[in-house]
């Protein structure tokens, strides 16, 4: 166990430790329609991605993801606006209604706008562009590679798909770019879809070498060595982790369907579960990789997930004592409240902000560091 | 270390056998070069070596690979990895990860070593290759030579007894391509390593080389020998050995350093006369620095900064270029270079300052107008090719260019005889590719043409070849300028050399002003002769009254 002064060195925090944590912020949010609440779990997650990110990449996407959730309340409200029936008596607007048949009520095309319809409509986008905030929080926190490369040894294939897949996108938007403009070149238009349609072909051609160069790299490296697991393993790993899977799927249609017997719930989830893991952990097996470095998970992981985790118990169980607090009730409108145990929750949340190490400044100043060489090689080149 | 026997290998839909009876062992700690033309079967041979071919390529072999005792017919690539490492020709496409020091890491956690052993290993490599400043960088930042570096040490931290490498250095500035070779000699000195390398420039690796094996890529037996042996007879030679040819020098020289001890007779027997050919002579007069535009100049650009992204990629450049001019651009890689060019073509346009192709801005003119301007070959000529076969290629450019059917054809059959008509462009040399891409470039009869690296990837005969082009488009009245880092071809076509460094321009002159004296653009014959303003083996040939 680290003490803990050594747990505090500036280090990348378990991805996985951040991914439970938004997860937990989310589940939160998915339980209140509370405005206050929703904007507080908004705060919470911006302040500890300000306090945590890196400068890497994939930090911005937190900026990206908060930009969207924007447009999912504008579209949200203007959709209220424009298409919604309303409700309450509070006119706010009138505008001009257009007549429609029977068959499309419960769609109104104009008419009154009301102070109740739109603040509903509000908080609803609200609580989605809270959750999108999140998911955007977990990945400017955590380097989405390295998150899968903590997936169990026997799941690793999946993995590496996913990676490979993750940094092939953008060189192909680069390969689709450079072609394109090679049109020009040939006294061909250069702008429009037709011009994108006929640089297909050397596009695909292009992907399809550098994939195969990547897949000889690969394998002249070792990719999917194998140690020899006896016939009857291999057997035992298969039939576990089928009935495992069956057992999930079972379990989840029990616990979500009230009307199936008890026995199918929670009891057939846990069996299916442990089911599972002893599959992986005996397909493992077969994999001789080890890993470099792998983020060690320690008292600062264990207080961000616990964190998230507490956010989410504490709103749920504050919606069991005081539904009404966590959707405070918009016909009548009313003033939504500050319920005490899911703001504290909330709050809780704002832990790792504070109780996490810093992280490691991963990409350093590189225009600097390109003139010192810059500078470097032109006086070798004086002398 | 490496043992061929009787080694035939045929792909799947090949008629022909692309190696036959090759016989081949290399000894453990030899650097053993490979050369030979284009498609003469270097890169089967040297895939050959882990199992590659014929386990991921398909084909058959016959005959027997054995690599440190281990059959590669009962040993795929991957049961392969721990003894030997490959480096491809484009490091990037074989990279896995996204960080150096995880893709140094990835072989290692194939083989499935323990943490501690990894980690030593990692920064014993880092410390090797000099690669320590870099270590967390994501990979898509790392310049050629850094890229090519972390290449070679992701397969060197398994600890490997042979490094096979493809073209190490081929799309790398001369600087960078330095710094790899200094890498891999290292390797060979300290390590022990046996390395077996691939190369069409000659003139960078040859003097490393214990040994050369020639691929003669029509069937006949290799040939391998030392280097001196080897290149005493073969029809191509790096310029400073046929320097050493036709001033009757034996031993060969290898080096510039060889040649350099025996140089002073040389200088004394050329002391008095002048270079007559080469581009000095043929080409331009000294052009001023600043040249305000007018309509005898083809292009001119007028204190242009180009902006991309964050960076600034051209600052306040002034050039212009003259008919019958040929200009090379040298300088490092993301020096501004192909920026300067595609500025020219309009892909780019300027945030200040201007650009004149025929008297426009070439980023106002619609495409169809520009292709009468100006014609650009880029660095990947097959990005200009869309068609399924050659002869629908031409018949596709000269409908672009409205010029009469057949003109591109004919243009083809003059830069590279006798091309099939129904061959895919896709599938044809680098050499032929090029020529293709010059024939539909040419078709419209642009005064002006554009070269971005037009050597990669060729081999002498071809850079010869593409020599020869050049310099009759020049001689017709075309300006040529070409970006390149081979200072061979600038010194035997460029009459005028402008050298850019971060996006400015640091020198403008007749090539021989500038690049003799430069360690990193002077060619070899330059390097050897210097002081005196010899360039090109051409030059010499011919004021000692021999053939080269």
Sequence with gaps: MLTGRTALLPRQLHPGAWWLWALGLVAAATRTLNPLLLLLILAAAAYVVTARRTD??????????????????????????????????????????????????????????????????????????????????????????????????????????VVVALSFAPSLVTSVQRIRAARRLRGRPDRGL???????????????????ALAASMDSRGYGRRAEVSAATRRLTGTSTLLGLLGIAVGIYGVLDATSPPVLGLPTLLAG??????????????????????????????????????????VIVGGVIAPEALAPSTHPLVVPPLPLLPTVGVLLALLPA???????????????ERAVAATSTSTKVGT | MIDFEQVTITYADARTPTLVDVDLHVAEGELCLVVGRTGSGKSTLLRAVNGLVPHFTGGTLAGRVTVDGRDTRTHPPRELADVVGVVGQDPRSGFVTDSVEQELAYGMESLGLPGDVMRRRVEETLDLLGLHELRARPLE??????????????????????LVLDEPTSALDPPAAEEVLAALQRLVHDLGVTVLLAEHRLERVVQYADRVVSVPGDGRALHAGSPEQILRHSPVAPPVVELGRIARWDPLPLSVRDARRRAPELRERLA???????????????????????????????????????????????????????????????????????????????????????????????????????????????????AASVAAECAAADADAGAEPGTCRTLLERLVPGLDDD???????????????LAIVLTANPPLLLLDEPTRGLDYRAKERLAGIVASLAAEGTAVVLATHDVELAAEVAGRTVVLADGEVVADGPTQGVVVGSPAFAPQVAKVLAPSPWLTVGAVAEALEVLP
């Design chain 1, 273 to 314: 579960l442990v089911l599972a893991g002893g599959g992986l952990v005996l397909g493992g097996r077969r994999a001789v990789r080890t890993r470099y470095r792998p983020d060690p998970w320690t008292a600062p992981e264990w207080i961000t997930a616990g964190s998230g985790l507490a956010a989410a118990v504490l």
């Design chain 1, 354 to 368: 504070w109780l996490t190490p810093p992280p490691e400044l991963l990409v350093r100043d590189v225009r600097r």
């Design chain 2, 141 to 162: 930042q790392l310049s050629g030579g850094q890229r090519q570096r972390v290449a070679i040490g992701s397969v060197l931290t398994t600890h490997p007894s042979v």
């Design chain 1, 56 to 161: 890497a990449p994939w930090a911005r996407s937190f900026a990206v993801f908060f930009k969207l959730a924007l447009v999912v309340l504008a579209v949200r409200f203007v959709a209220q606006v424009l298409l919604g029936v309303a409700a309450g008596e509070t006119v706010l607007v009138t505008l001009p209604q257009l007549p429609l048949p029977d068959w499309a009520a419960g769609v109104a095309v104009g008419g009154a706008v009301t102070l109740e319809s739109v603040v509903a409509a509000f908080t609803d986008g609200l609580q989605l562009a809270t959750i999108l905030a999140c998911i955007g929080a977990a990945n400017a926190l955590a380097n989405p590679k390295r998150l899968l490369a903590a997936v169990p040894a026997a799941l690793y294939e999946v993995g590496v798909a």
């Design chain 2, 272 to 386: 008095g006369l002048h270079p007559s050919t080469g581009p000095s002579a043929n080409g331009a007069a000294p052009v001023d620095r600043v040249v305000t535009a007018t309509h005898t100049e083809v292009a001119a650009l007028e204190s242009v900064s180009v902006q991309l992204g964050s960076l600034l990629a051209l600052r306040d450049v002034d050039l212009a270029v003259r008919p019958g001019e040929v200009v090379a651009l040298m300088g490092r890689n993301g020096a501004g270079k192909s920026t300067l060019l595609h500025t020219l073509v309009g892909l780019r346009t300027p945030r200040a300052g201007t650009v004149h192709v025929g008297g426009q801005a070439p980023s106002t003119m619609a495409p169809g107008a520009l292709l009468r301007h100006v014609g650009l070959v880029p660095q990947e000529p097959a990005d200009l090719l869309y």
């Design chain 2, 423 to 437: 061959r895919p462009p896709r599938d044809l040399s680098e050499g032929q590719r090029l020529g293709l891409v």
């Design chain 1, 194 to 212: 037709r011009s994108l349609v006929s640089v297909a072909l050397p596009v695909l051609e292009e992907a399809l070498e550098r994939s195969i």
